[in-house]
Protein backbone atom coordinates (compact mmCIF):
# COMPACT_ATOMS: atom_id res chain seq x y z
CA UNK A 1 0.00 0.00 0.00
CA UNK A 2 1.32 3.34 -0.91
CA UNK A 3 2.37 5.93 1.72
CA UNK A 4 0.95 9.33 1.77
CA UNK A 5 2.33 11.79 4.39
CA UNK A 6 0.30 12.35 7.49
CA UNK A 7 -2.74 14.45 7.12
CA UNK A 8 -2.43 14.97 3.22
CA UNK A 9 -4.80 15.67 0.61
CA UNK A 10 -4.02 12.37 -1.04
CA UNK A 11 -4.27 10.40 2.89
CA UNK A 12 -7.66 11.74 2.91
CA UNK A 13 -8.90 11.39 -1.09
CA UNK A 14 -7.56 7.80 -0.68
CA UNK A 15 -10.33 6.97 2.22
CA UNK A 16 -12.91 8.06 0.29
CA UNK A 17 -11.74 6.26 -2.42
CA UNK A 18 -11.90 3.12 -0.38
CA UNK A 19 -15.47 4.16 0.03
CA UNK A 20 -16.05 4.46 -3.22
CA UNK A 21 -15.08 1.28 -4.36
CA UNK A 22 -15.45 -1.02 -1.21
CA UNK A 23 -18.42 -2.36 -2.65
CA UNK A 24 -17.30 -3.35 -6.28
CA UNK A 25 -19.48 -0.99 -7.73
CA UNK A 26 -18.91 2.79 -8.63
CA UNK A 27 -21.98 4.21 -10.23
CA UNK A 28 -22.99 7.36 -11.83
CA UNK A 29 -24.74 8.65 -8.61
CA UNK A 30 -21.59 8.33 -6.87
CA UNK A 31 -19.03 10.07 -8.58
CA UNK A 32 -21.76 13.17 -9.80
CA UNK A 33 -22.13 13.62 -6.03
CA UNK A 34 -18.20 13.88 -5.13
CA UNK A 35 -18.07 16.11 -8.24
CA UNK A 36 -20.88 18.07 -6.48
CA UNK A 37 -19.33 18.48 -2.85
CA UNK A 38 -15.95 19.17 -5.37
CA UNK A 39 -13.86 15.90 -3.85
CA UNK A 40 -10.55 17.57 -4.80
CA UNK A 41 -11.52 21.12 -3.82
CA UNK A 42 -12.44 20.10 -0.48
CA UNK A 43 -9.60 18.02 0.98
CA UNK A 44 -7.05 20.28 -1.45
CA UNK A 45 -5.95 17.87 -3.90
CA UNK A 46 -4.84 19.12 -7.41
CA UNK A 47 -7.85 18.72 -10.47
CA UNK A 48 -7.58 15.68 -11.79
CA UNK A 49 -6.25 13.94 -8.83
CA UNK A 50 -9.25 12.37 -7.34
CA UNK A 51 -9.00 9.60 -10.43
CA UNK A 52 -5.32 9.17 -9.87
CA UNK A 53 -5.78 8.66 -5.84
CA UNK A 54 -8.42 5.86 -6.84
CA UNK A 55 -6.51 4.29 -9.96
CA UNK A 56 -3.56 3.85 -7.01
CA UNK A 57 -5.53 2.25 -4.49
CA UNK A 58 -7.09 0.15 -6.69
CA UNK A 59 -3.46 -1.19 -7.88
CA UNK A 60 -2.11 -1.61 -4.65
CA UNK A 61 -5.00 -3.29 -3.92
CA UNK A 62 -4.75 -5.54 -6.77
CA UNK A 63 -1.46 -6.28 -5.77
CA UNK A 64 -2.62 -8.10 -2.68
CA UNK A 65 -5.73 -9.53 -4.80
CA UNK A 66 -3.38 -12.21 -6.58
CA UNK A 67 -4.27 -15.17 -3.71
CA UNK A 68 -8.51 -14.37 -3.84
CA UNK A 69 -10.70 -12.73 -6.62
CA UNK A 70 -11.79 -9.87 -4.30
CA UNK A 71 -10.05 -6.72 -4.73
CA UNK A 72 -11.16 -5.60 -1.17
CA UNK A 73 -11.14 -9.13 0.24
CA UNK A 74 -8.01 -8.44 1.94
CA UNK A 75 -8.51 -5.85 3.48
CA UNK A 76 -8.69 -6.18 7.11
CA UNK A 77 -8.89 -4.26 10.30
CA UNK A 78 -5.28 -3.90 10.79
CA UNK A 79 -5.16 -1.96 7.25
CA UNK A 80 -8.36 0.26 8.30
CA UNK A 81 -6.76 1.52 11.16
CA UNK A 82 -3.32 2.25 9.43
CA UNK A 83 -5.28 4.04 6.50
CA UNK A 84 -7.51 6.19 8.88
CA UNK A 85 -4.00 6.59 11.57
CA UNK A 86 -2.83 8.86 8.39
CA UNK A 87 -5.50 11.41 9.41
CA UNK A 88 -5.16 13.09 12.77
CA UNK A 89 -6.79 16.79 11.83
CA UNK A 90 -10.18 16.61 12.72
CA UNK A 91 -11.36 19.29 10.00
CA UNK A 92 -9.22 17.00 7.29
CA UNK A 93 -11.51 13.99 9.36
CA UNK A 94 -14.68 15.84 9.18
CA UNK A 95 -14.10 16.91 5.64
CA UNK A 96 -13.63 12.88 4.73
CA UNK A 97 -16.62 11.76 6.61
CA UNK A 98 -18.84 14.30 4.87
CA UNK A 99 -17.74 13.52 1.65
CA UNK A 100 -17.39 9.45 2.35
CA UNK A 101 -20.93 9.41 3.75
CA UNK A 102 -22.14 11.27 0.50
CA UNK A 103 -20.93 8.52 -1.92
CA UNK A 104 -22.03 5.69 0.08
CA UNK A 105 -25.57 6.89 0.24
CA UNK A 106 -25.85 8.48 -3.33
CA UNK A 107 -26.60 5.33 -4.82
CA UNK A 108 -29.68 5.11 -1.94
CA UNK A 109 -28.12 1.78 -0.70
CA UNK A 110 -25.16 1.36 1.99
CA UNK A 111 -23.15 -1.93 0.88
CA UNK A 112 -21.65 -3.61 3.94
CA UNK A 113 -18.50 -2.91 2.87
CA UNK A 114 -18.88 0.78 2.69
CA UNK A 115 -20.65 0.82 5.79
CA UNK A 116 -17.42 -1.26 7.39
CA UNK A 117 -14.84 1.41 6.17
CA UNK A 118 -17.20 4.38 7.28
CA UNK A 119 -17.25 2.55 10.62
CA UNK A 120 -13.70 2.10 10.94
CA UNK A 121 -13.00 5.67 10.37
CA UNK A 122 -15.50 6.70 12.69
CA UNK A 123 -13.93 4.45 15.61
CA UNK A 124 -10.85 5.76 15.27
CA UNK A 125 -11.51 8.90 14.75
CA UNK A 126 -13.12 11.01 17.90
CA UNK A 127 -15.02 13.67 16.52
CA UNK A 128 -14.29 16.91 18.28
CA UNK A 129 -17.01 19.84 17.54
CA UNK A 130 -15.41 22.26 14.75
CA UNK A 131 -15.65 25.56 16.12
CA UNK A 132 -15.60 28.54 13.67
CA UNK A 133 -13.44 31.48 14.07
Keep these: ?39 EQEPGIAPGAFARVVRDLCEDLLMGAHSNRSMTAHIDENMLTSMMSAISAAPLQHKVLRLAAAAAQADRHLAEAEARVMAAARRQWTPEPITTP
Excluded at 10 to 38: F, K, P, Q
Design 1 to 39: MRNYPHNSPEAAARIVALVLISDGNVCRSEIDTLRDMEV
